[in-house]
């Protein structure tokens, strides 16, 4: 059952989510729409924000990175001094894209579905997307990582379609 994305700028998208304390089976049938909505949008990553859904909660879907992978109250707990620059955009604007800069590697801890607590490193891609949903369920959306000319033109452009 696919879930409705709400679009930019929906106040859900400047909200800081709430943790999740409950880890039980009405959470893993969210996390399934969820991710059923992330697939149909399309998408590579997805935030309970994007439904209008306070839980912190986010999923992305990398071949590279094990393919889905639930996060659940993700923190990052150290960024790296080296950077990267990678298009990004969301689901909640489609077709709106542009390049940002953010750390190249990041340490995370976060929980599973089930509750269990894990801490790992992500590199390269997988760093950036998961900086970009954690932005995401801090309330941060995207466009705010952009220069002010960046976002006014993206703004621009995205308004006019």
């Known amino acids: 059952m696919a879930l409705t994305i709400v ?22 049938a969210f996390a399934d729409a969820l991710y059923a909505t992330m ?16 839980r912190r909660l986010t999923i992305i879907d990398l071949p590279d990175f094990g393919g889905r992978r639930d996060f659940v109250n993700p923190v990052i707990l150290s960024f790296s001094q080296e950077t990267m620059e990678h298009e990004e955009g969301s689901v909640s604007m489609p077709g709106a894209v542009e390049k940002v800069t953010r750390p190249r ?19 390269g891609f997988a760093a950036i997307c998961l900086q970009h949903e954690i932005d995401q369920l801090d309330g941060i959306f995207w466009l705010q990582r952009l220069s002010r000319l960046k976002r006014d033109r993206l703004l621009k452009k995205w308004q006019k379609r």
């Open 7 to 28: 679009r930019y700028p929906h106040p859900a998208l400047a909200t800081v989510c709430e943790p999740v304390s409950a880890f039980d089976a009405d959470l893993k």
């Open 39 to 54: 697939i149909a949008a399309p998408g590579i990553g997805i935030t309970a924000a994007h439904v209008g859904d306070r």
């Open 105 to 123: 590697n990041i340490t995370l801890r976060y929980q599973t579905l089930d509750g269990e607590e894990r801490q790992e490193t992500a590199s």
